[in-house]
């Protein structure tokens, strides 16, 4: 596996990590072990950087996430996220706690905002943000759906912080990032965490076959080795199956040449 600093943090996170969305969706526990078993097997191939949400499955993803963990949290770097309505400043405290008492951690290592609420100052849901650093229950801040003047705003209200990370929808069927977001994140030193980096599961046809074959890889492979061809960019695909999770890991083992790259953008 390969790893990237995030954001100006000086931590390592995988290239590619796990999300989790729609994981724990069954309430009843025993049906989690299939998605236990896959995010085990990620961990044991190098991939610590998992993705989670309260919203996520009404915080069961969260509860499944911390299950698989149990005995390896020193081992993995945790990003969650607070979603509206919780932005307000008790809301946003409260989450994270309730966030961490789901995960069965004692701190998150990234607390990400979901998605932006004009409805709510930034500021305000920012000084909760550095205060739960403060509280050590949070070690970094991320946004996640933020546009640039978005991420400004959201920079400014930080008194002591940097923001980390932009989580944002990004793969070889959807590049609209590519026209600001990801040389905003670039230039300013950002982590861009790209989601959907498999179209939710609608694995692109155009990739060309000479590219597959001179690589062996599959097409899945291939948009994740692509999506993460630039250095500021790490991906969070979500697989249940761990036949897919051992792809994803195995997805950047080789890099393609810019010439193939291109190749995959025009095709
Ligand atoms: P995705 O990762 O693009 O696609 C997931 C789908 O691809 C699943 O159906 C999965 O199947 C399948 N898959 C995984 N690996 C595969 C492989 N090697 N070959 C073929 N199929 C494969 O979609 P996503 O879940 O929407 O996005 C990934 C993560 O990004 C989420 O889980 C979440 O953590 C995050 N996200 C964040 C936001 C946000 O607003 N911040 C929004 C959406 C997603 P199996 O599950 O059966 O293995």
């Known amino acids: 596996m390969e790893y990237r600093q995030l954001g100006r943090t000086g931590e390592k996170i995988s290239v590619i990590g796990m999300g989790c969305w729609e994981m724990g969706l069954s309430k009843n526990h025993k049906d989690w072990a299939g998605e236990i078993a896959s995010l085990r097997r990620g961990i044991e191939l190098g991939m610590n950087l998992i993705d989670t949400a309260e919203r996520y499955s009404s915080g069961r993803s969260e509860e499944l996430v911390g299950e698989a963990v149990r005995d390896c949290r020193d081992d993995v770097f945790i990003a969650t996220k607070v979603a509206p309505p919780n932005l307000r400043h008790d809301a946003v405290i409260r989450a994270c706690k309730e966030s961490v008492r789901r995960l069965g951690v004692s701190y998150v290592d990234l607390y990400q ?24 229950l949070v070690r970094y801040i991320g946004i996640s759906n ?20 932009n989580q944002v929808e990004y793969s070889l069927t959807n590049r609209s990032v590519e026209a600001d977001i990801l040389p905003y994140c670039v230039r300013e030193k950002i982590t861009l965490m790209a ?5 939710h599961g609608k694995i692109a046809r155009s ?44 997805s950047i083992v080789v890099r393609f040449s810019s010439a193939e790259y291109d190749k995959m953008s025009s095709g």
């Open 113 to 136: 905002i979901h998605w932006p609420d004009s409805a709510v100052p930034i500021r305000e849901t920012m000084s909760a943000m550095e205060e739960l650093i403060q509280a050590g």
């Open 146 to 165: 933020f546009s640039v003047p978005e991420a400004e705003d959201a920079r400014a209200a930080l008194a002591r912080s940097e923001i980390a990370s």
């Open 195 to 199: 989601y959907s980096p498999l179209a």
């Open 207 to 250: 990739i060309p076959s000479d590219i597959l074959r001179k690589y062996g890889m599959s097409p899945a492979q291939a948009m994740l080795n692509w999506a993460t061809r630039n250095q500021q960019v790490v991906a969070i695909p979500k697989a249940s199956n761990i036949r897919h999770q051992e792809e994803n890991a195995s």
